[in-house]
Structure formats: structure tokens, C-alpha cells
């Protein structure tokens, strides 16, 4: 990608120089003592640098893009902030800066990024989804149901807003809403089943029903072997059936899953 980006800047900086060759002085197109400075040669120059500007600022987009689809996110906020630097005016620069930032926990900077995204394009509703999720980061509970409320209101047909507002509800202890909420994730986007029937199932345990609240946990192991809170749980729920063994078994998963992810946050 290296490779990419200093061919591209090779192009504009030739492009550059092309059009200060031909209206700079001595040029045809060049100012002469006494004319108009907005003679139309001055105006085809000053056209072909902003021309110029707005395809180096797209280059540093694509290669920020690049970098995020790599999860290389700092490489892809220095490469976004110099798109947005160069061409402040796009929102799809400002809307990927901030969900940079979203993904290296920096949620202050990111709303700021996104709200400039709103703002340039109002009805994007990829944009509100972000931002809820950057206040979700902050627990700004309030603030993320407004986003997500209007990016669902936009016509956005994700799974990430109704999961954090799933959540929200669930904190809210309005059970019945959070349910319906988790099941439109999972008919919206089936990645999204497993955490979703964590969540349902830790729903139905606060109703009382452990045995309908075991095959959800059990759902979303299959989906997501990896979940170590739902291994956990029914290592609770085991033990209270009096099934030491199957208990142990998933407790012991819980906590090689636990000790893996604190090694490669080393």
C-alpha cells in the first residue's frame, strides 16, 4: 500500500506542476502586469489544484480504509486525519475517523468526528449508529438510544443497534422490550445470535426460568464456543441441579477462556 500511495502522490504533485507550467509566469495562461487576476487561466489553475487537493484527500481515504478493514486502526486515524485535513468537507472522511477512534476507545474524539459527519450528511444513518455506539462507550445511555433510535428511524437495517438497545432496556429492567429487541437483531443479522441468546437467556434466568434460560446458553455456545460468560453460567446452573461434574467441565472452560484473553492483553 505503501507503494499506492507514493504512486498517487507522484500523479498529483506532476498534475501540480503541469498547471503551474502553464500559468505561471512566462505561461499562456499567466498573469500579466495590469490584468485581472480572475482571468480565466487563473481560474483553470486555481480549479485544477483543488481538483488536486480532493483526489489527495480521497487517496488518504481509501489507504485509511485499507487500514481499518486490516483492524490496523492507528495507521488508519493517521492516514483519515489527513484526508479530513486536506478536504474538511467530507463526511464519509469524518464518519470513518470517528469510528477509528470508536475502536481505539477514544469516544470523546469520536462523536466529534461523527457529529461533523451528521452534520455533512444528515441523513446517513450509519453515522448515528457510531455515535451511538461511541456513547454507549462513554454510558451516556440516553444519548446512544437517541442515536440508535434515529439511525433505526433512517431506515438502517443492522443488528448493532438493537443489541445496545437491548441492552439499554435490559438495564432499564423493561425485560419484554430488551427481548424483542435482541430477537429483531438476530432475524436482522444471524451473527449476531450467539450474544443475543446469552442475553436472552440471562432474561429468562431473571424470570425464573432456569430451563429455558440453559438452552439459550447452550444456543449460544453452539453459535460461539468462546463465550465465557455463558460458560459460566451454566456452570452456576449446573451446580444448582447438583451436576458437579458437567459444572466443572464448563467451569474450567470459563477460566482457560479467561486466562487466554488476559494473556493477549499482555
Same mark, same amino acid.
Given at each position: 500500500m505503501d507503494k499506492f500511495l507514493r504512486l498517487g502522490l507522484a500523479l498529483l504533485t506532476t498534475v501540480i506542476a503541469a498547471a503551474a507550467l502553464h500559468c505561471g509566469p512566462g505561461g499562456e495562461g499567466a498573469q500579466r502586469p495590469g490584468s485581472d487576476a480572475?482571468?480565466? !487561466?487563473?481560474?483553470?489553475?486555481?480549479?485544477? =489544484? #483543488?481538483? /488536486? /487537493?480532493?483526489?489527495?484527500?480521497?487517496?488518504?481515504?481509501?489507504?485509511?480504509?485499507? *487500514?481499518?478493514? %486490516?483492524r490496523v486502526y492507528s495507521r488508519a486515524i493517521s492516514q483519515l486525519r489527513q484526508s479530513v485535513r486536506i478536504n474538511p468537507d467530507s463526511p464519509a472522511a469524518h464518519g470513518m475517523?470517528?469510528?477509528?477512534?470508536?475502536?481505539?476507545?477514544? $469516544?470523546?474524539?469520536?462523536? %466529534?468526528?461523527l457529529e461533523q459527519a451528521i452534520a455533512l450528511e444528515p441523513e446517513n444513518g450509519t453515522h448515528y449508529m457510531h455515535l451511538g455506539k461511541s456513547h454507549m462507550l462513554l454510558t451516556d445511555y440516553a444519548a446512544a438510544k437517541a442515536?440508535?433510535?434515529?439511525?433505526?428511524?433512517?431506515?438502517?437495517?443492522? !443488528?448493532? $443497534? &438493537? *443489541?445496545?438497545?437491548?441492552?439499554?432496556?435490559?438495564?432499564?429492567?423493561?425485560?419484554?422490550?430488551? #427481548? =424483542?429487541? &435482541? +430477537?429483531?437483531?438476530?432475524?436482522?443479522?444471524? =451473527?449476531f445470535a $450467539?450474544?443475543?441468546?446469552?442475553?436472552?437467556?440471562?432474561?429468562?434466568?431473571? +424470570?425464573?426460568?432456569?430451563? !429455558? /434460560?440453559? =438452552?439459550?446458553y447452550l444456543r449460544a455456545l453452539r453459535g460461539?464456543?468462546?463465550?465465557?460468560?455463558?460458560?459460566?453460567?451454566?456452570?452456576?446452573?449446573?451446580? %444448582?441441579? !447438583? #451436576?458437579?461434574?458437567? /459444572? +466443572?467441565? #464448563?467451569?474450567?472452560q470459563f477460566q482457560q477462556l479467561k486466562a487466554a484473553a488476559g494473556h493477549q492483553g499482555l
Open positions: 480572475s482571468a480565466p !487561466g487563473s481560474v483553470q489553475a486555481a480549479d485544477v =489544484e #483543488h481538483r /488536486a /487537493a480532493i483526489d489527495s484527500a480521497a487517496l488518504y481515504l481509501r489507504r485509511g480504509r485499507l *487500514y481499518m478493514k %486490516e475517523l470517528g469510528l477509528a477512534y470508536a475502536l481505539r476507545l477514544k $469516544p470523546g474524539t469520536a462523536i %466529534e468526528h442515536a440508535y433510535e434515529r439511525a433505526i428511524t433512517l431506515g438502517l437495517k443492522r !443488528g448493532k $443497534p &438493537y *443489541y445496545d438497545l437491548g441492552i439499554i432496556s435490559e438495564r432499564d429492567n423493561r425485560l419484554d422490550d430488551a #427481548h =424483542e429487541l &435482541y +430477537q429483531k437483531a438476530i432475524d436482522l443479522v444471524p =451473527e $450467539p450474544q443475543c441468546n446469552l442475553r436472552l437467556g440471562i432474561i429468562a434466568q431473571k +424470570q425464573g426460568d432456569d430451563t !429455558g /434460560a440453559m =438452552e439459550l460461539d464456543p468462546d463465550l465465557t460468560t455463558a460458560h459460566y453460567r451454566i456452570a452456576q446452573l449446573y451446580l %444448582e441441579s !447438583g #451436576h458437579d461434574a458437567l /459444572a +466443572q467441565t #464448563h467451569l474450567q
